[in-house]
């Protein structure tokens, strides 16, 4: 008999969306992906692709650790051994989500090899506990555009089927690990600031829904986290201006950072091509990516 074998599928995130700093995010179509075998012994972990050369094969790695998390929810002990085969195209430490979806690999991995006692909802709640925060891990799940909230009763989540948009995506070579954005954040704001992007928030839900691009032109505009963080990445001002001028209708920092996501009508390959200039005049390498909303989500086989 062959060893019980699962793969998983997840998608690439973009989170806060402008004004709905750790509250909104979508799905991008850009997929990492995981077989996970259980073995007689040992543990063996390989990564192609994105990440291969830094991201730990070891214990620390974010897939096994939510793996062995789901089998310690369920009461179940650790197997024997297991080999886990990665494939990933989400750049790490991008702003595109990529740890959400190691954890979400080896909770989905875990469920499925064991049953799947746990629901979505249960699988949610474990990994927003493992990332932190819902803004990623609800549209890497479900797909499509999340809103996010948590209140003493767990996370609230609501998810949107969204038009396919065109996104023009940049990855500068700027080391800025979300805790280090989330560190560069004001303690407090003032009333005009929270209302500035209370109002924004709702617009941008509604112009993504429908498809809106001149809505979240006007809409997709920030107080609360990007004056800070755009500080911490060299050209990246320069990029987002770089970008409406080449046609985007709406640009933004993916979640904390360090890429930039532009939606655009048209042309989007021009549109990365002036970020990316924007970049490489500064002498700061960067990368394009063109790439689709998709109101697909995590998927196990
Ligand atoms: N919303 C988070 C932040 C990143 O901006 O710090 C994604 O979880």
């Given amino acids: ?26 799905a991008l179509d850009l997929w990492n992906t ?52 990665f494939q990933n195209a989400i750049p ?21 090899l064991h049953g799947s006692p746990l629901s979505k909802d249960q699988l949610l709640e474990l990994s927003a506990e493992m990332e932190g925060h819902a803004d990623n891990v ?6 499509g555009l999340c809103a996010v909230s948590h209140d003493d009763d767990g996370w609230i989540v609501r998810r949107y089927a969204i038009p396919t948009l065109q996104a023009a995506l940049v990855l500068p070579e700027v080391n800025l690990p979300t805790h280090t954005a989330r560190k560069a954040l004001p303690p407090h704001y003032t009333r005009e600031d929270a209302v500035f992007n209370l109002s924004r928030t709702a617009l941008v839900v509604d112009a993504l829904r429908t498809g809106d691009l001149a809505l979240l032109g006007r809409a997709m505009q920030d107080r609360l986290h990007q004056p800070y963080r755009l500080k911490l990445i060299p050209g ?16 933004a920092l993916s979640g904390a950072g360090p890429s930039l996501i532009a939606f655009c009508e048209s042309g ?18 960067a990368r394009r990516f063109l790439l689709q909303t998709t109101n697909q989500g995590a998927s196990v086989s």
């Fill in 1 to 26: 008999m062959s060893d019980p074998c699962v793969q998983v599928r997840v998608p690439a995130t973009s989170a806060n969306l402008g004004p709905g700093f750790d509250s909104l995010g979508l």
């Fill in 34 to 85: 995981a077989e996970f075998t259980l073995t007689g012994e040992g543990l063996n972990i390989t990564i192609q692709g994105e990440g291969a050369a830094r991201l730990p094969t070891g214990g620390a790695n974010h897939a096994y650790s939510a793996f062995r998390r789901l089998l310690s929810n369920i009461g179940q002990p650790e197997p024997a051994g297991l080999r886990i085969h």
């Fill in 92 to 112: 790490a430490g991008s702003g595109l989500g990529s740890s959400a979806t190691a954890y979400l690999m080896g909770l989905l991995a875990a469920n499925a």
């Fill in 138 to 143: 609800a549209p890497a799940l479900l797909g």
């Fill in 236 to 251: 990246a001002e320069a990029a987002m201006q770089a970008a409406r001028q080449a046609g985007a209708a709406a640009v």
């Fill in 268 to 285: 989007a390959e021009a549109c990365a091509e002036a970020m990316h200039a924007a970049f490489t005049d500064r002498h700061i390498p």
